[in-house]
Structure formats: C-alpha cells, structure tokens
C-alpha cells in the first residue's frame, strides 16, 4: 500500500517536472501563434482580444498557474491551430497511435521470441550467426530509416501496397470507436481488417525491427545462459525433449532480464511513432505533434508531450510489476 | 544380467579424451562407488550414462547397457523415454539444481511415473517420506525459500519418485553444510535399501565409500584404475595410487591423521609404473 | 534518435576455441575492414568535396529535371547531354547532380556528426563523473535531471527546441548535443560509481590526490573503451537526427546539399525519381553501419578485459 503511495507520488512529480520545462521552453519559441490565426491585416484591438482569450497576455509564471489550475479539471486548453478543445484532439488521435504501437510490439515480440528459442533450440552455429547479424543489422539501423528503406522497396518493388494513412478513404467503412483494426476484429469485419492491415504493418515493422532486435539479443542470451544452469541438465535427466526444456525451464528465467530491458526499448517505440506517422501520413498524436509544432500550436504541444510523459512513465510502472510478477524471489519478499 | 554394464567407454572433448575405455558394472540394489579427485571424468562417466553430456564432449568408443538394452544404439526419443523411466540423477549442487521460476511440486510432480492418480498426493508423499517438514508448504513453494540440505532433499525425492532403476548421486553431499552432510547421506542409503535400486555413488571421499558402499572404482585421468569390493580396497588397496588415496584420507578410527595431498608427480608416477607391469 | 538509443553495447567476443568464437572472430574482423572502409570514404569525400564533386551542388538546371542514373539513362537526346555518365547518379526535380549533392552532403554529416559527439561526450562526461564522484545531492539534481530528459520523446523534443533556436547549423548542433549528453552521462556515472568502490580508489586519495586528478588518473580510463564506442555510435546518431530535422523541414535552410534534404525532396518525388531519396539513404545506412561496426570493434581492441 505504501509502495503504491510512493509510486503515484512520483508518477505526479516526474510529470510536474515534465509539464514545467515543457512551458519554459515553449515560451521561448520564437514566433507566435496568434499571429499565425490572424487574417492579414487585422487591427490591434483584435489581436489584444485573441491574446486574452488565451491567456497569452499574462506572465509566464502566471500562465502555468492558470494552466496547471484547467489541467486538474482534465481541461488542456483549446487548440490555436484546430480551435478545438486540446483534449478532444488527443483522445480523437491517441487511438491511432495506440493501435500502431500495439502492432509493432505483438511484431517485436513475435519476432524475437521465435528467432531466439528458434536460435537456441537449434543450437546450430550458422543459424545462431545468421540470427546474430540479423539482429545487428535490424538494432544499428534507426526506426525512421528502415521507414524510409520500406518506402523505397515499395515504391520500387510493390507499388499496389499503399505508403500513406491508416485506410482508402474511397472504401472508408463505419467505426464506432479511432480503434479501427481492434473494432474491426471484435466485430468480425476481417475483410476490413485485412484492408487495414495493409496499411499498418509497414509502419509498425519499422517501428518493430529495432526493438524486436533488442529483445532477441537479450532474450537469446539469457535464454543460452539459462541452457547451461544444472537445472536443465536434471530436467534432460526426467526425459524432457530439448524444445520442451527451452521453453518449460528456460524461457520463465530469461523472461526476467528480457523485461527490464524491453520497457526501455518500448519507450524509444513509442518516442518514434513522432517521426514514423510522419512519414506514413499516420493520423495519430505523433504527426500531430509535428504539424502543432510548425504551427506553435503551445496548448496542444503541452498536451501531447504530458501524453507521452504519461505513457512512457506508465510502461516503467508495468514492466516493474512485471519484473516482481516473473521473478518468485521477489515475489514473496513482498 | 547386471543392471548396468559400461564396456571399454570412451569420451572425447574435440579430439582430446576425457575418458579411456571405462569399465563399470553395477548389479541391481548395489551401491558401486566411483572416487577420484576433482577432474578425473567421474562426473562424465554419470553424464555418459545418463545421456546428458555436453554438446562438445562425444562417445568415441565403447557401450553402455542398462539391463541389456544397449543405450547408445537408441534413438533420441527412445533414449529420452528410457532415461526417464529407469534413470535419475540426485546432483552435485542443490542450490542450482532447482529451477528458481517453478515451484516443488511441479518439479517433483513430472517425475512420478505414468498413469499416477493424484499427482499433488504423491508429491507430499514422497516430501514427507525424505522428512521435509510442513510437507504441503513447501510442495506450494519456490526453490529460493528452501535451505541447501531441504533442496537436497527435494531432489532426493525427486530421484525416486519416478521409480527409477538406476540412480546416480554425483557428490551428492560436497555442497553442503558439514552438520547436514550425515544425515543426507544417511536417507540415501535409506531410501536406496527401501527401493532396492543399484546407485551408482559419485565421491571423492573414501571415508564416504567405506561407510555405504559395496563395490568401488578408483579413477584417475579419465582411466579407471582399480576395481574391487569395498571392504578389500580399504584393507589391501592393490594398486598404489589407491594407497596413496587411502593414506590421504583421515581415517574415522584414526582421526587427526593423514589428510596430506598426494603430489601430482608421485600419482603420475605411479600410474605409469601400473601401466609398465 | 527514438530507437537509435538501442545501439548495441554487445561485448566482442575473444579468443578462439568452438567453431562459433572461430567465426565471430573472423566476423569482427571483417566488420572492422568495413567499418574503416566507410568512415575513410566519408572522410575523404568530406575532406575533398569541391575536388571530387562533378558539378556545384547547388545550381539548378531545368533542362536536367529528373534525370536518372548514368545506367538508366536511356535518352540522352532528351535531356541533351552526351554523356549520361556526367551525372552518374542522375539529376534532383530541380536537376541538380546527385552525386555531387550526396558528396557535399558528407561534409555536413561530418560537421554536425563529430561537433555533436564532441559536444554531448564533454557534457555528458562531466556531468556523469560529478554525479559519480561526489554522489550525494549533486548525484540526486544530475540523475533526476536526466530523469526528466528520459521523458520527453527525443524527437519531439528536438524538433521543439530546434524550432525555438532556429535552423541554423549551430542550433541544431546545440540541441542534438542538449539532448544526447544524457547517454555519455549515464554511462559514465554507472561507471565511476563501480570504480568508486574499489580499493585503488581509497589508495589514490590517501596518498594524497587530489579529486580531480584522481578522477583523469583512476576512473577515466577504464571508461574509455565504453566512451570511445558511444562516441563513435553517437556520431552515427546526430547524423540521422539532422536528416529527420531536414525531413520535417527544420534543418539548415532547405535547398543545402545535404542529405536531409535530400532525402525530403526525394520522399516528395519519390515516384517520379526514386534515386533522388535512394541514394542519400543507402549513403546514410552505409554510415551508420560503419561507425557503428568501428566503434564496436575498437572498444573490443581498447578494452584489456574484453580482449583476454
Ligand atoms: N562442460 C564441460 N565441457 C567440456 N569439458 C569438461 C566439462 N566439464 C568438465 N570437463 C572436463 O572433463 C574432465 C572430467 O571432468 P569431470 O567429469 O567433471 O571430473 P570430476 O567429476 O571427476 O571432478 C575434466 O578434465 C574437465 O576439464
Ligand atoms: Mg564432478
């Protein structure tokens, strides 16, 4: 109960401290976004009025006053550049993002555990080399360059697979909820899902390679370093099969160095969904923050990045848990 | 028949042999001690047996029959079926030999033999039987809560639970608290007499030998190097690497004797005349 | 720079016994030649671009609009060259030589890559040995600093503050480094901690050095094969950083040869000339692949430990 205490207690003060250098440094920014919503030539007094309704006419310690004061009634402002509510932007937005970063980890993952077990099951010399270089090649090549190497091989090789957005919208279909691939499947539209399909799986595989490849090295280490411990060697004396020892003894050991380091990565996931809906023209939180940027939309710059402070922080708090819940020898310490 | 005969075995680590041409026969319900200092292939000559050896040591000559069946002609699968049901290993170190993520009972439940009816019965059953107490806890929990000699126990239990045949202790004791060591050694000897399985007992202290066991093989190198019923190795060891053995070992009637290492020199001599004539 | 952060600090592999050391060894050999191989090109076409380049990255030229490398350039009256191998990489939508641009492009990368790792280690390393050595509040006003750092998206977070300094080079120096120091920090602090606890440590001071001089004598170069790795990989990463801030049109005014801007005008014309995009990309791949191998192999030749 007291650890849960300490922990929402610093959840809120990482994101005080976040939220606080946020304003500083868009307060800095040069140019500014009221300019930006006028029409050419309109008069001072107009302006004067824009500026007042939000609240730009304050000081800075004043305006992060009255901010912090609408954020505890989950008000983050209106936005400059769309003139909607920041938090009805996001929440219209967010399940975008979430949805594609959801596929790119079930990739990631997917990958990794099966060339890792496949790596160490095998215990082939030429497997295990080929997986290694694999893995090195996938983890030294950053997200946004394999975006653009996917792009190319499209362009060039496959020009039916679409680059660009998250459906057609000349056959766009009927969503109840932003989760289109989730609805999708829920509701058994698996023609539409396909379709969507289509349009995910290059940006979540290159936003997968480099953590998928971060966890294999891991995964397969810890999972070689297991294979060696005595409790295999008596588990081959009940009888076991080598693949029946991998993942019956082997795989719950190595899982618990895998997670630590697999919330880490995850963070720098999600940090490039910025650039790679971007580049896939991806209706989530990241190109938005982008265009909010160009725009010096402040309001829905601050939201944006309190989101993904919140995210980021949030994913430490799981793998933690995670990390108690695998390990029976902290489990009971408790 | 013997329950098991290892003929002229050898092994090799990529060229160079861990093993020369071992010779081993243990009859069912006997103790067959093997001892030699650390290095001399005992644990290789169990891990042969069983058919655990590791990856880059191999079998390059030789055979190894388990109640006449000829083990290294077998098919993985057979193998594998065989080495579980007639086979068990009680190993050297306790604290490593339990899987940290996976609790008692579910390690000592996958060893009972085929068709048992309740699993979770039996498990408590075979903990209470190497007098673990408060049998229903522990069979719940983590190998970490456990203390070295409990662990050891476990795994005991483990060993013949699954009604093996053949057990193999590989220095079952040399992990442990001196003050436990007796009384591990004692329930193996005990549960050993109530099964009546042959054990094959890996050690390097003779004092250990003459007190459980009924035959014993010296070691040395990787060759076997004498090979006589207990009681005639302790009272007129033929060869004289086996005296030298002796002679190092504190005797229980003559405590606070001996214990002084034999050179490496003098054995390698030794063996070498044994090798002449 | 989001999954940049994954470079490897995989340990090199030693000796030789089992077929699989055997091979990794030969593997780091040969990722060693290739690594050297790449730098020392991006090197010379860095250092001897207005030699080695055919034309002036920079001029326009409307009759050349699109034109597409050497070998698939099948209609030269078109274009009205004679020789399609002046151009050997073809021509940008505002015909100007690919070749030239993507080599004028290298000296940028180099500019921005080695300012930025010099930048961020100094920072970084300070920062991390004080937090290190003196632990107690300044650890705790270094680490949670760093803490914060950790939270915000790194891209994000660049672009922001590139759009407040402006797009000059220097700002986007500054920032990449502003945000980077924080990898040399970590690492260094981890480090000088562990070093901390040895005996030698103790010994050093009670034979009178001082904290600073203990500090460059002691700690320092056991954390030198580590530092040299993340330097070498760091340079990689602020190489791609001025691409994405060139992509989102926030780098060094646009129209520069460098391959940001390469590679955004190409994602733009990507189906009427892909080798506009396609080259500055494999150009940056090849790079990256190379420091990233140097760097590896030279904290394995560096590091006593590892080489045993
Ligand atoms: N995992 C292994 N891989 C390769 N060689 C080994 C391994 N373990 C032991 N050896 C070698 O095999 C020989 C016999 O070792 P071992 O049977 O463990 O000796 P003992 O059990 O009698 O102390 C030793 O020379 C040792 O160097
Ligand atoms: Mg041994």
Redesign the interface.
Known sequence: MARLLVTIGSIFL?LL??SV??FV??R????DPISMMLPPGATDEVRANLERLYGLDKSIPAQYVIWLRNVAWLDFGMSTQFRLPVMEIILDRLPATLELVLLASLIALVLAFAFSILAVWLQV?SA??AID?LA??A???????WA??F??AV??FAPMMPISGRFDPRTAQDFATNFYLLESLVTFRFDAFAELMRYAVLPALA?SL??A??IT?VLKGALEEAMAQDYVMLAQTKGKSRLAIVLGEALRNAMIPTIALTSV?L??????T??IE??FSWPGI?ST??SA??N?DLPL?QG??LV??LI??LINLASNELYRAADPRLRTER | MSLLQVDSLSLGLRGTPVLRSVNLTIEASEIAGVVGESGAGKSMLGKAILGVLPR?VTVTGGAIRLGGTDLLALRPRARRALLKRDMALIPQDPLSALNPCRTISAQLAEVLPRGTVDAKLEVIRWLDAVRIPSATKVAKSFPHVLSGGMRQRALIAAAFASRPKLVIADEPTTALDVTVQKDILNLIREMQRETGVGLMFVTHDLCVVAKICHSVTVMHGGRVIEQAACTDLINRPGHAYSQALLAATPRPDQAGQGLEPVPTALIERMIAGAGDG | ????????L?KGRGGGG???ER??EK?SLLRMVFGCAAIGTLLIAALFAPWIAPHDPTLDDLFLINMPPAWLNDDLAYFGIENAWAYPLGTDSLGRDVTSRLIYGARLAVIVGVSVACLAALAGVILGALAGFYGGWVDNVIS?IV??W???????LS???V??L?TTLTSVIIVVAVIDWTRFARVVRADVLQQRSRDYIDAARITGGSDLSILIREVLPNVLPLLVTLFFFEIG?AI?VE??LS????SVSSGAATWGDM?AEG?RV??EA?WV??FP?GA??IT??GL?ATGDALRFYLDPVLRK
């Open positions: 990482t401290g976040v250098v946020i440094i868009l800095l920014v040069p140019g010399d295990t080399l270089g090195g090649l983890q030294a090549i950053p997200d946004f360059l653009l190497i792009i190319l362009t060039l936003l480099p953590l490849a971060g090295r990565q963070t720098f996931l999600i940090g490039g910025v650039l971007r580049q990241g923050a982008i940027v160009i010096r710059i944006i990045v993904f402070a980021f922080i | 880059d | 720079m989001s999954s940049v952060e994954s470079f490897s995989e089992t077929g699989l091979s990794a593997i949670r803490d914060v950790l939270s915000f998206p790194p891209v994000l672009i922001i503050l759009a407040m402006g990463i791609t691409t994405i992509f989102v049109s926030l590679i994602r990507i189906n892909w995009m396609a990309v940056l791949v990256i692949l990233n």
